[in-house]
């Protein structure tokens, strides 16, 4: 068995004295592992870091297999992490998040919207990328939130709060006598907003984290009795110092 394709790496672990087992995110493979021999090398430990883009070879006797991947750099990319915290926090959060996809099951979608996510973490839009970022891996999960339409009214117009029980987006008026049981949805999180832009406070930002978090808490992390990644707290804590500068 053998294929190749471009992937970040999301992290390694030691397996034996001189190899590495390497996870990366792939657009055809999905989340996938393999042993690069040799991976603790001075020659390979460059390549090997975290966030790095790689070309990867993959080989095994079975599909089912761990297999070996043979790497080749194509961006260093952990150097630039390791001179912004902020991005270098951002970049471990959604790492953790990719680990709680299936291993081996692909989605291009899902690859293309990290590696963005990726891309605008040095940036001022980095907060809103995590945040969309979450909101979409838990339709991939299978815990979609329906933020297109009022649950109680029909209507798509001013809606600023979910219900924590259903994941349903509620309008300004249907939401108001019960605005203290509510959780307030941030503009840019809506589902008619695919890209992140324009400028959020800070208080939007800690929205948009409580948001996401409730139902990730709720569907994936307690579920599997998964702690949320500590990353997390510290990017919310990092952006939301930063916005509100």
Same mark, same amino acid.
């Given at each position: 068995?053998?294929? =190749?394709?471009?992937?970040?790496? @999301? ?5 034996? &004295? ?32 975290? +966030? ?21 750099? @194509? ?11 902020? =991005?270098?926090? +951002? ?11 299936? &291993? ?20 001022? @839009? ?53 605005? &203290? ?7 840019? @999180? ?7 832009? #324009? ?13 996401? #978090? ?32």
């Amino acid at each position: 068995m053998e294929w =190749a394709d471009d992937g970040i790496i @999301l992290g390694t672990r030691r397996h034996g &004295e001189t190899s590495l087992i390497v996870e990366a995110l792939t657009p055809a493979r999905g989340r996938h592992l393999g042993i690069v021999k040799g991976g603790r090398s001075r020659r390979m430990r460059g390549t090997l870091q975290p +966030g790095n883009r790689v070309r990867l070879v993959w080989r095994a006797r079975l599909e089912d297999h761990l297999g070996t991947y043979q790497v080749e750099p @194509l961006e260093d990319r952990a150097a630039e992490l390791i001179e912004n915290r902020a =991005a270098l926090a +951002g970049f471990m959060t959604i790492a953790a998040h990719a680990r709680l996809l299936p &291993e081996r099951e692909p989605s291009a979608d899902l690859f293309e919207h990290f590696a963005a996510t990726y891309d605008l973490l040095p940036g001022a @839009l980095g907060a809103q990328a995590v945040a969309m970022f979450e909101r979409d891996l838990l339709t991939a999960l299978g815990f979609g939130l329906d933020l297109d339409v009022c649950a109680a009214t029909g209507t798509r117009d001013n809606l600023i709060f979910v219900s924590p029980k259903t994941g349903r987006a509620v309008s300004a008026e249907a939401g108001a006598p019960y605005r &203290e049981k509510l959780l307030p949805l941030p503009a840019f @999180l809506r589902s008619d907003m695919p890209e992140p832009g #324009g400028s959020t406070s800070a208080d939007e930002i800690a929205d948009a984290y409580r948001l996401t #978090g409730h139902f990730l808490l709720r569907h994936v992390w307690l579920p599997r009795n998964v702690a949320p990644p500590a990353e997390r707290e510290r990017y919310i804590t990092q952006v939301t110092r930063i916005t509100s500068a």
